[in-house]
């Protein structure tokens, strides 16, 4: 499990006055960054030739975020065939609430644009069972 923490700045915001459904994604996408880059796979993924590639994002919005609201961006990574899941549950630091669930289907693809295996050096940080209930 990875943990990472940001908070909601102005220029996020819709004219409802709260983070844009948009910039969930964002938060996401950061926070895999941040993860490769805490577990040294980023420069191992780069050097092997290799791409990672989102085919599909789900979002389930449960609160809404405001402006300055701080925001946990919990994260883990699963196996599904030869797809790599990233889970993301956002929370708000404040109240410990969930604010959103995200699941970010992605495969890695070879220097010819080709579906590949999953680098083996990230199989044994993989959670292999799939939870219904995520």
């Known amino acids: 499990m990875f943990y990472y923490e940001l908070q909601a700045r102005g220029y996020e915001l819709d004219s409802y006055g709260h983070v844009n459904n948009a910039v969930y994604l964002n938060y996401t996408e950061q926070a895999r960054w941040e993860l490769f880059r805490k577990l040294g796979l980023l420069d191992e993924i780069v050097s092997s030739g290799k791409k990672i590639v989102i085919v599909e994002n789900r979002i389930k919005y449960i609160r809404q975020v405001?402006?300055?609201d701080e925001i946990i961006v919990e994260t883990w990574m699963?196996?599904?065939a030869h797809f790599l899941l990233f889970m993301h549950v956002l929370s708000n630091k404040q109240t410990g609430k969930p604010v959103a669930k995200v699941k970010v289907k992605t495969v890695f693809i070879d220097?010819?644009?080709k579906?590949?295996?999953i680098p083996g050096s990230l199989l044994p940080i993989l959670k292999t069972e799939k939870n219904e209930n995520e």
Do not use: T
């Open 111 to 113: 220097e010819n644009n």
């Open 78 to 80: 699963e196996k599904s």
């Open 66 to 68: 405001k402006l300055f």
């Open 115 to 117: 579906p590949c295996d």
